[in-house]
């Protein structure tokens, strides 16, 4: 498993990194430009993320790791004691928050525990729909269904918010991964992906001027 950390404080940093490095391949920066760097040019299992960074905050850094990636867990640390930041923090997307001063056990033990979530592999959409997680990929009567990118990620963040409506701003801003458009064809993509589905029975569901969502009847 690669893990990313994001730690200033040099000290901690380092012992963070040499508790890890025993299990886990572990690569550290200072700040969340460096971060922004290499998540750009690397795919990571884990980010591990202070708050309080130069250049660019860990909230900021969270809210734009979840820009690029729905699933990678992130773990927040942090000396703060504000309420605000906590609730910033999973409002931006992370899974696990930490305040400082910490055990290490207690670090990995919550590393172990969002491992272990991760262990779910697909998703039953109904009786002959599935989708598997990890790989991305759409099954229907065990018929493997091509889609394209932005297909994917629209399915991805629909299926991560199940039953609950997304937003149209996240939706462009994640589908078209912060492309500069004057035009989003949103409407033209949700109908292409509900063509996918071609089984009589509709999935995908528009609240009109505020988003879509996918619904699976329990």
Do not use: H
């Amino acid at each position: 498993m690669k893990i990313l950390l994001v730690e200033d404080d040099l000290q901690l940093n380092n012992i963070i990194k040499k508790s890890l490095v025993k299990k886990y391949t572990v690569t550290s920066v200072f700040d969340g430009e460096s971060a922004i760097e290499l998540i750009d040019n690397n795919i990571y299992d884990l980010f591990i993320v202070d708050i309080n960074i130069p250049n660019v905050s860990g909230l900021d850094l969270t809210k734009y790791i979840r820009q690029k990636d729905l699933n990678t867990n992130i773990i927040i640390i942090t000396a703060s004691t504000e309420l605000q930041n906590f609730e910033d923090a999973f409002k931006n997307g992370c899974n696990e928050f930490i305040k400082k001063p910490f055990y290490l056990e207690e670090l990995n033990i919550r590393i172990n525990n969002l491992i272990k979530e991760e262990f779910i592999e697909e998703l039953c959409i109904s009786s002959n729909i599935k989708y598997l997680i990890e790989k991305k990929e759409l099954f229907i009567n065990d018929v493997n269904i091509k889609l394209r990118k932005k297909e994917k990620r629209l399915l991805e963040l629909l299926l991560k918010n199940t039953n609950f409506v997304v937003p149209i701003e996240e939706i462009q801003n994640y589908v078209w991964e912060n492309e500069i458009k004057n035009y989003y064809p949103l409407r033209q993509l949700i109908n292409e992906l509900r063509k996918k589905f071609n089984t009589g029975e509709t999935f995908i569901f528009s609240e009109k001027g505020i988003g879509y969502k996918f619904e699976i009847k329990k």
